[in-house]
């Protein structure tokens, strides 16, 4: 997204920024600081996970939009368009356009070996019970639990062989 405004993380850091990496992975401990308090903007995503809450409710945040025609050509690009709903977090006070990364969608190469995406298709299905155990309540117009007989169902582009023989394996198709 950030390259469609003409400029990337480098510029930033060119700039003057830095780029803080610290984010700690699990949101629930008690007591957890979400981010280091030296931010001054914040690009992330997973917005169902309880860091954004954390955040939002440690700092005063200002979400911005992403203008249209930049939401028009990510579209064209092949992503969906969506928005963050007022009132989803304290400091959204108004609906903010943005990009959609709803659901649990995994690109790969079309030359990716068939046996390597049939074991990655199983390990998300071996592991969607500890997946799941992360989002508290449900997400909707976010990203829902894990449905392995969703994940394969109405996509934009073709299943890989490898991910298909899983689905058709296990009963999912």
Request: hydrophobic share 35%; proline share 6%.
């Given at each position: ?42 690009f992330?995503?997973a ?8 955040l ?9 939009s ?26 959204v ?7 959609d ?43 829902e ?6 994940l ?7 299943l890989?062989?490898?991910a298909q023989?899983y689905?058709?394996d296990?009963?999912?198709?």
């Open positions: 997204m950030l390259e469609q405004y003409g400029f990337g993380f480098d510029d930033i850091e060119r700039w003057g920024g830095k780029l803080l990496r610290d984010r700690p992975r699990n949101q629930k401990l008690p007591g957890i600081q979400p981010v280091s308090a030296e931010f001054d903007a914040i992330d995503e917005i169902m996970t309880n860091r954004w809450k954390s939002t409710e440690r700092y005063d945040l200002e979400f911005l992403i203008e249209e025609e930049i939401i028009d050509c990510l579209v064209e690009d092949g992503w969906s368009r969506g928005v963050l709903p007022k009132g989803r977090f304290r400091g006070d108004r609906d903010v356009p943005g990009i990364f709803s659901g649990w969608f995994l690109f790969c190469r079309e030359d990716m070996d068939e046996e390597l995406a049939y074991y990655t298709i199983q390990a998300i299905d071996d592991q969607q019970k500890q997946i799941n155990e992360w989002f508290d309540a449900p997400t909707s117009g976010m990203t639990h894990v449905d392995m007989r969703e394969a169902r109405n996509l934009p582009i073709p890989h062989p490898g023989a689905y058709r296990k009963g999912y198709l």
